[in-house]
């Protein structure tokens, strides 16, 4: 993902801390604005997921820290529910003078309360995106256990959430009552997307019940089966950005997409990596693609690795040239099927090479045609399948020039 840090300003004048991610291509279809969940912060790894998921459908996503939390100015005690709508509202803002308004809006748990309560405010939002979202904001009480009564009684209390201590004042208590979330979702006039785990034991799924329910259709509900709430497992949260993603495009506007490139000669591939892990993402000729490596390898096995990309390469232009072929031919032609294999081999057991030192890499392709031929057909496929681009350009000379970009 290409990243940009950047900084805006609360209502108070306070800087908050933010990231705009976008996708490979540079030049995003829409701009999605993300909100966290209580206490935690832009850099969880759940939002980081489901950032690249939603880059990968040209959806540049921006993620910042609210008051008072991650790497944000500012007291996270004078803070409270209404605060986090404002800095949402602010972030906003900073989007529409900076880059493009935000279309999507999208909460995890609190957030998602907090993106339903200010998009009335974002007159840019087209869909809101709730993710394990509670239907009332004082559903936070429950985390609090015995330090609500604590509040209540002194004014204040340090609470210890996900092994971190945090000050709450009554005003954070006071100010969960001024909400009424059932006239919020009743008026909400955009496309909503609840997603909800079943299993989720810190917001249960009786909220997404009742978000569901008192909203206004459009509005869909899907279900992140065997997610836990901070969905940790990387393919739920990978999961829930495709389908947002995919969800999304219905409402938001994307005919500034990156369109694939006409076939003039001219193809260019970006391939863009993080400053962790091998996951890597590319854009193809306005076609969004990911490499990795296996487990094996250090990866995590989100993508094929780049021989198996190359591979892929080999293996594509061997089926569509047979297919160019046979058609141009009329020949009954059904189907082809190329499997392949790579590995090094010594030099010196390869008796029809020139050279005779050191490894070789060797590729085994195995071509199944289905069809009506007779074997003078098939035997002439296999000749042709040798002579495809990609074949060709590998045993010819290849010349690869790098530079750095300044």
Same mark, same amino acid.
């Given at each position: 993902?290409?990243? @940009? @840090?950047?900084?805006?300003?609360?209502?108070?004048?306070?800087?908050?801390?933010?990231?705009?991610?976008?996708?490979? +291509? $540079?030049?995003?279809?829409?701009?999605?604005?993300?909100?966290?969940?209580?206490?935690?912060?832009?850099?969880?790894?759940? %939002?980081?997921?489901?950032?690249?998921?939603?880059?990968?459908?040209?959806?540049?996503?921006?993620?910042?820290?609210?008051?008072?939390? $991650?790497?944000?100015?500012?007291? #996270?005690?004078?803070?409270?529910?209404?605060?986090?709508?404002?800095?949402?509202?602010?972030?906003?803002?900073?989007?529409?003078?900076?880059?493009?308004?935000?279309?999507?809006?999208?909460?995890?748990?609190?957030?998602?309360?907090?993106?339903?309560?200010?998009?009335?405010?974002?007159?840019?939002?087209?869909?809101?995106?709730?993710?394990?979202?509670?239907?009332?904001?004082?559903?936070?009480?429950?985390?609090?256990?015995?330090?609500?009564?604590? %509040?209540?009684?002194?004014?204040?209390?340090?609470?210890?959430?996900?092994?971190?201590? #945090?000050?709450?004042?009554?005003?954070?208590?006071?100010?969960?009552?001024?909400?009424?979330?059932?006239?919020?979702?009743?008026?909400?006039?955009?496309?909503?997307?609840?997603?909800? +785990?079943?299993?989720?034991?810190?917001?249960?799924?009786?909220?997404? &019940?009742?978000?569901?329910?008192?909203?206004?259709?459009?509005?869909?509900?899907?279900?992140?089966?065997?997610?836990?709430?901070?969905?940790?497992?990387?393919?739920?949260?990978?999961?829930?950005?495709?389908?947002?993603?995919?969800?999304?495009?219905?409402? %938001?506007?994307?005919?500034?997409?990156?369109?694939?490139?006409?076939?003039?000669?001219?193809?260019?591939?970006?391939?863009?990596?993080?400053? +962790?892990?091998?996951?890597?993402?590319?854009?193809?000729?306005?076609?969004?693609?990911?490499?990795?490596?296996?487990?094996?390898?250090?990866?995590?096995?989100?993508?094929?690795?780049?021989?198996?990309?190359?591979?892929?390469?080999?293996?594509?232009?061997?089926?569509?040239?047979?297919?160019?072929?046979?058609?141009?031919?009329?020949?009954?032609?059904?189907?082809?099927?190329?499997?392949?294999?790579?590995? @090094?081999?010594? &030099? &010196?057991?390869?008796?029809?090479?020139?050279?005779?030192?050191?490894?070789?890499?060797?590729?085994?392709?195995?071509?199944?045609?289905?069809?009506?031929?007779?074997?003078?057909?098939?035997?002439?496929?296999?000749?042709?399948?040798?002579?495809?681009?990609?074949?060709?350009?590998?045993?010819?000379?290849?010349?690869?020039? +790098?530079?750095? @970009?300044?």
């Amino acid at each position: 993902m290409k990243l @940009k @840090k950047i900084e805006f300003e609360n209502k108070d004048g306070q800087v908050l801390s933010a990231r705009l991610d976008f996708p490979v +291509s $540079g030049k995003p279809a829409a701009y999605a604005l993300f909100a966290h969940c209580f206490t935690c912060s832009k850099n969880i790894k759940a %939002i980081a997921h489901i950032t690249r998921a939603l880059n990968r459908e040209g959806i540049a996503v921006m993620r910042f820290d609210f008051t008072g939390l $991650g790497d944000s100015e500012g007291d #996270f005690a004078d803070t409270n529910f209404s605060s986090n709508v404002e800095d949402l509202i602010g972030a906003a803002e900073f989007l529409q003078t900076h880059y493009q308004a935000p279309e999507i809006l999208i909460g995890h748990s609190f957030g998602g309360a907090a993106v339903l309560q200010a998009a009335q405010h974002v007159p840019s939002s087209k869909a809101v995106v709730t993710i394990a979202a509670p239907a009332d904001p004082r559903h936070v009480t429950q985390t609090l256990g015995k330090a609500t009564q604590i %509040i209540q009684s002194r004014g204040e209390a340090e609470v210890r959430l996900a092994g971190r201590s #945090f000050k709450l004042k009554q005003q954070f208590l006071d100010d969960l009552h001024l909400v009424n979330m059932k006239d919020v979702l009743i008026n909400l006039n955009r496309a909503l997307l609840v997603l909800h +785990s079943p299993i989720d034991e810190t917001v249960g799924i009786e909220n997404a &019940a009742q978000i569901f329910q008192a909203a206004r259709h459009p509005k869909s509900f899907i279900s992140l089966d065997q997610a836990d709430h901070l969905l940790t497992d990387q393919a739920d949260s990978l999961y829930a950005g495709a389908v947002i993603a995919a969800w999304a495009g219905k409402y %938001i506007h994307v005919s500034d997409r990156d369109q694939p490139s006409s076939d003039d000669g001219r193809h260019q591939v970006t391939a863009q990596i993080g400053r +962790s892990g091998y996951v890597t993402d590319i854009m193809a000729a306005g076609h969004s693609l990911v490499a990795d490596e296996p487990p094996s390898m250090g990866g995590t096995d989100l993508g094929p690795a780049p021989y198996d990309l190359l591979m892929a390469a080999l293996g594509t232009c061997k089926a569509m040239t047979l297919r160019m072929y046979s058609d141009r031919k009329q020949w009954p032609l059904e189907a082809v099927c190329v499997q392949l294999n790579h590995k @090094k081999i010594d &030099a &010196a057991d390869c008796e029809s090479c020139d050279t005779k030192e050191g490894r070789l890499d060797q590729f085994d392709c195995e071509i199944d045609v289905t069809g009506k031929l007779d074997d003078q057909q098939k035997k002439r496929l296999l000749q042709i399948a040798d002579r495809c681009p990609v074949h060709r350009t590998l045993h010819s000379e290849i010349i690869v020039r +790098s530079k750095l @970009k300044r």
